[in-house]
């Protein structure tokens, strides 16, 4: 069984800040992508950031010069820093991640159960 856990989110005025983290667990061989994704209401998921095995991360252009993903491959967990929050940023970060359980065999994709993020003007 593989786990993705996510934490961080929360309430702030516009303007502020909010690290999220998501901490993949179980019998895991390679993860290779982890990104985040973020749903409104009444809206469609749609992509924030996706970090690859090789580091190369890709960005909404939305959330471009604002939010910063980065990747722990030790712990397994991949962060969203963000910055400038805006009204427009409110939604549902699910984390995911491309994960592969062992060698030769393909990869499966995990989501997390979500964290609210509600930015107030």
């Known amino acids: 069984q593989v786990h993705l856990v996510e934490s961080g989110g929360g309430m702030v005025e516009a303007g502020g800040s909010l690290r999220l983290s998501c901490s993949a667990s179980?019998?895991?061989?390679?993860?290779?992508?982890m990104g985040w994704y973020r749903q409104g209401s009444g809206e469609q998921r749609e992509m924030v950031a996706v970090?690859?095995?090789?580091?190369?991360?890709t960005y909404a252009d939305t959330v471009k010069d604002r939010f910063t993903i980065s990747r722990d491959n030790a712990k397994n967990t991949v962060y969203l820093q963000m910055s400038g929050l805006k009204p427009e940023d409110t939604a549902v970060y699910y984390c995911?991640?491309?994960?592969?359980?062992?060698?030769?065999?393909?990869?499966?994709?995990?989501w997390g159960q979500g964290t609210q993020v509600t930015v107030s003007p």
């Open positions: 995911s991640a491309k994960i592969r359980l062992a060698t030769d065999w393909g990869l499966d994709t995990y």
């Open positions: 179980g019998s895991i061989h390679s993860i290779p992508s």
């Open positions: 970090l690859t095995g090789r580091g190369s991360p």
